[in-house]
């Protein structure tokens, strides 16, 4: 089996051999400040290929700030210095293309935030102005992609109507459809559940589970009980410095350090 090596800086894909063993992303003295405020301090993270890794930690420690990092959403609106390395690439560099990154590392946000326009167009949209014409790949993509995120049974027979027609649960599910259908092989994901109720947030979990068989999951959540059920490393972060970072049950039931105990046992505050 091979896997695709795409060269950012230009756009075109060049084989590689597939190595189980490279990391997904990693970052290497990763800082982020906006103005004055040093938000984010000592990024050394290494995230493994085809896990779910959550970042948690008390509101305001820099977790979403690094995870917009890692697909450079944080371009304008704060100054990141470090290394980002993907696939043999440091993508935190100017000359990188930021929309290329964007393709390979798709994020889902904390609120469902469909277009305004049918399902089909929601997952084709970015194709379309991406070059793709094909009328038949263009539908493929879409039950693909759908069905990727447990929505194609819900929704075959609407995918003309109104993605703002479904419900909270259902438009968070085309996000992620939406997201997959650029083919990305890591997923961003900014809170994802904070909107939904307990069984569209249930349903979300399932779908990344089954997700993680062909993607890498980099998550935030407030939610000790969705990382603990989800994901294979956690992340905490504290007042903007990773202080933890290891199997997550290894952080949930025996912390290296105190701040982590007190946080995921809600010893804080
Ligand atoms: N767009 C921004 N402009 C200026 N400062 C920002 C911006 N986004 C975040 N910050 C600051 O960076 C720090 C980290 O914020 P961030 O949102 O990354 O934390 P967080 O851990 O994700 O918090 P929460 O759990 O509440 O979402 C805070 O001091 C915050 O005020």
């Given at each position: 089996?091979?896997?695709?090596?795409?060269?950012l800086t230009?756009?075109?894909?060049?084989?590689?051999?597939?190595?189980?063993?490279?990391?997904?992303?990693?970052?290497?003295?990763?800082?982020?400040?906006?103005?004055?405020n040093?938000?984010?301090?000592?990024?050394?993270?290494?995230f493994?290929?085809?896990k779910?890794?959550s970042?948690?930690?008390?509101s305001?420690?820099?977790?979403?700030?690094?995870?917009?990092?890692?697909?450079r959403m944080?371009d304008?609106?704060?100054?990141v210095?470090?290394?980002?390395?993907?696939?043999g690439?440091?993508?935190?560099?100017?000359?990188?293309n930021?929309?290329e990154?964007?393709?390979?590392?798709?994020?889902?946000?904390?609120?469902?935030?469909?277009?305004?326009?049918?399902?089909?167009e929601?997952?084709?949209?970015?194709?379309k102005?991406d070059?793709?014409?094909?009328k038949?790949?263009?539908?493929?993509?879409?039950?693909?992609?759908l069905?990727?995120?447990?929505?194609?049974?819900?929704v075959?027979?609407?995918?003309?109507?109104?993605?703002?027609?479904?419900?909270?649960?259902?438009?968070?599910?085309?996000?992620?459809a939406?997201?997959i259908?650029?083919a990305?092989?890591i997923?961003?994901?900014?809170e994802p559940?904070?909107?939904?109720?307990?069984?569209?947030?249930l349903?979300?979990?399932?779908?990344?589970?089954e997700?993680k068989?062909?993607?890498?999951i980099?998550?935030?959540?407030?939610n000790?009980?969705q990382?603990?059920?989800?994901?294979?490393?956690?992340?905490?972060?504290?007042?903007?410095?990773?202080?933890?970072?290891?199997?997550t049950?290894?952080?949930?039931?025996?912390p290296?350090?105190?701040?982590?105990?007190?946080?995921?046992?809600g010893?804080?505050?």
């Amino acid at each position: 089996m091979s896997i695709e090596q795409y060269d950012l800086t230009k756009n075109y894909i060049r084989p590689l051999d597939a190595d189980k063993h490279e990391l997904a992303i990693e970052t290497k003295d990763l800082q982020v400040f906006y103005g004055e405020n040093h938000a984010f301090h000592d990024g050394n993270l290494k995230f493994e290929r085809y896990k779910i890794t959550s970042l948690i930690g008390a509101s305001g420690c820099g977790k979403s700030t690094y995870l917009r990092s890692l697909n450079r959403m944080n371009d304008g609106i704060g100054r990141v210095t470090g290394q980002i390395m993907y696939r043999g690439l440091d993508i935190n560099t100017k000359k990188i293309n930021v929309y290329e990154v964007r393709k390979h590392i798709g994020m889902v946000f904390q609120r469902p935030n469909p277009f305004s326009k049918s399902i089909r167009e929601n997952i084709i949209f970015a194709l379309k102005e991406d070059g793709q014409k094909n009328k038949k790949k263009l539908d493929e993509i879409v039950e693909k992609s759908l069905r990727s995120a447990a929505l194609w049974d819900e929704v075959k027979d609407d995918l003309d109507k109104s993605a703002l027609a479904l419900s909270g649960g259902q438009q968070q599910r085309l996000c992620i459809a939406r997201a997959i259908a650029m083919a990305p092989d890591i997923l961003l994901m900014d809170e994802p559940c904070s909107a939904l109720d307990p069984i569209s947030t249930l349903k979300i979990e399932e779908t990344m589970i089954e997700l993680k068989k062909n993607y890498t999951i980099i998550i935030v959540t407030h939610n000790m009980q969705q990382a603990s059920r989800v994901s294979d490393y956690t992340a905490f972060f504290h007042l903007g410095h990773v202080i933890e970072f290891d199997k997550t049950r290894k952080v949930f039931t025996n912390p290296k350090i105190q701040a982590t105990d007190d946080y995921v046992s809600g010893n804080f505050g």
